[in-house]
């Protein structure tokens, strides 16, 4: 009997969580690590560790961005403040066409078994034969570019305005400069990408 | 009976049921049907609980939901029980799934070195379903997270009432 609502439950509560979220800050998905809990949606209670900041104890319904949330989450980011759909569509669509130009032209230069460029519905496929498939993707509600290695796995890009670069906050990396740095040590051949 | 309201929320396609030889280069792997066919350890702990962390993670916007729970006994550490549930595709379920198998019997300490390249291997996920794996290893660590700020915040609270004991009856 339980079971049979417990479903029902969840998609009412991620229902609430949608209206509660136009008025109030998305639920942070970047990996920057000093942002602790949900921003100003989820309001969790009580001291937080660090940690990379999808995770909150309790779905609270506040809207309010509390005190208690500057305190420990510091940086807990409204996407949608921080930068404009359309800025985003820009920024994101520029990187991607130019990774996507670069490749073709890397590809031409190697001979590399399998080497595939595709691209479509936004989403950039960089397959390397036996070697692996980059997929590289835009995440709009985050403001982020996604990305898949073969290499070094996922990994969650944002835009840093200072450095006018993709930057993973987890690992500091910057996104044309890993992909140079894969790709050229998988293909055997130097790539430049920025 | 769960199946069916699950199969609404837990957002499975149409290629749900497609053996996984059959459609070789885009089906689901055979372990994400079985993690999908058979769920285990669906479900919800009381979050109030002092033994019991939840780690939330995702954002529906991103189309992807996990909330995972441990619950762990105090006296050794060691994760007794744990349950999840997902909103989100195949593999984020069957991600999430093995992330509740795995954490299982373990210490605490332990799970934090579950690596989403690990579950992503188990899987055999596909490149763009890395995101997935990597969402069911925060969501393990962000469920020890909270058992651990939940400790403290019990030990302090309890350090504070013994304070106040102390002041008073002094």
Request: net charge neutral; hydrophobic share 40%.
């Amino acid at each position: 009997m339980a079971s049979r609502f417990a479903p029902r439950l969840l998609l009412q509560r991620l229902s609430t969580l949608r209206r509660a979220r136009r008025t109030s800050s998305i639920l942070v998905a970047s990996e920057a690590p000093a942002d602790v809990g949900g921003g100003g949606l989820f309001s969790p209670p009580g001291p937080w560790s660090v940690l990379g900041p999808r995770c909150v104890s309790r779905v609270s319904f506040s809207t309010r961005p509390s005190a208690l949330d500057e305190r420990q989450n510091p940086a807990a980011v409204d996407y949608r403040s921080l930068m404009s759909e359309e800025e985003f569509h820009t920024l994101a669509d520029e990187t991607i066409h130019d990774l996507l130009e670069k490749f073709e032209e890397y590809g031409d230069a190697i001979q590399v078994d399998g080497y595939e460029v595709d691209y479509g519905n936004h989403v950039l496929t960089l397959k390397l034969g036996s070697l692996g498939t980059y997929v590289i993707n835009k995440q709009t509600p985050n403001r982020q570019i996604w990305l898949s290695s073969p290499v070094s796995g996922p990994a969650r890009f944002d835009w840093d305005s200072t450095a006018k670069t993709w930057v993973y906050r987890r690992t500091k990396a910057a996104l044309l400069q890993l992909l140079e740095g894969e790709v050229g040590q998988l293909c055997g051949e130097p790539i430049s990408l920025r | 009976m769960l199946r069916a309201a699950g199969r609404r929320i837990l957002g499975l396609g149409s290629g749900h049921r497609a053996p996984a030889a059959a459609v070789a280069s885009r089906g689901y792997h055979e372990r994400v049907v079985d993690h999908y066919d058979n769920p285990r350890n669906v479900g919800s702990f009381d979050k109030n609980d002092p033994t019991v962390g939840t780690g939330l993670v995702g954002a529906p916007a991103c189309g992807d939901v996990m909330k995972l729970q441990i619950k762990v006994d105090d006296a050794t550490g060691k994760i007794v029980d744990a349950c999840f549930k997902t909103f989100g595709c195949g593999s984020a379920i069957a991600s999430s799934s093995v992330a509740t198998e795995w954490v299982k019997g373990k210490h605490m300490e332990e799970v934090s070195s579950i690596k989403n390249t690990e579950i992503a291997k188990h899987l055999s996920l596909p490149p763009v379903k890395l995101h997935c794996s990597m969402l069911a290893e925060d969501a393990i660590k962000a469920a020890v997270k909270d058992y651990e700020s939940k400790k403290a915040k019990l030990a302090a609270a309890n350090a504070e009432t013994a304070q106040t004991e102390k002041v008073a009856s002094a």
